[in-house]
């Protein structure tokens, strides 16, 4: 199994930032896309930006210029930095990732997604 665990959310002003973390473990072998969305209350999951294992990036149009999406692939991990916060970038922000990974046994493909990590954005 590959588990990934999110970190850095918290609380923060308006026009303050964040950086999270999201750490993928397990036996992997490799890994594909991986990505962050977020869901605010009362509202449905939405992408906020993806990247692929050899580096490009797309991001939701609202959050072009002020998040930027990084990986490291050594480490299994992926970042997102979120810059100019605004209230309604408040929500739970999940980490995404699918790839590969050997249980012993076989080779085998997963899709997995973090706990969630919330960021509230307030004064």
């Known amino acids: 199994q590959v588990q990934l665990v999110e970190s850095g959310g918290g609380l923060v002003q308006p026009g303050g930032s964040l950086r999270l973390s999201c750490a993928a473990s397990g036996r992997i072998v490799s890994l594909y896309d991986m990505g962050w969305y977020r869901q605010a209350p009362g509202k449905q999951r939405e992408l906020v930006a993806v990247?692929?294992?050899?580096?490009?990036?797309n991001y939701a149009d609202s959050m072009k210029g002020r998040f930027t999406i990084s990986r490291d692939n050594a480490k299994n991990t992926v970042y997102l930095q979120m810059n100019s916060l605004k209230p309604e970038d408040t929500a739970v922000y999940y980490c995404n990732a699918g790839g590969r990974y050997y249980d012993g046994n076989h080779f085998r493909s997963f899709g997995s997604w973090g706990q969630g990590t919330q960021v509230t954005v307030s004064s």
């Open positions: 990247i692929t294992s050899g580096g490009n990036t």
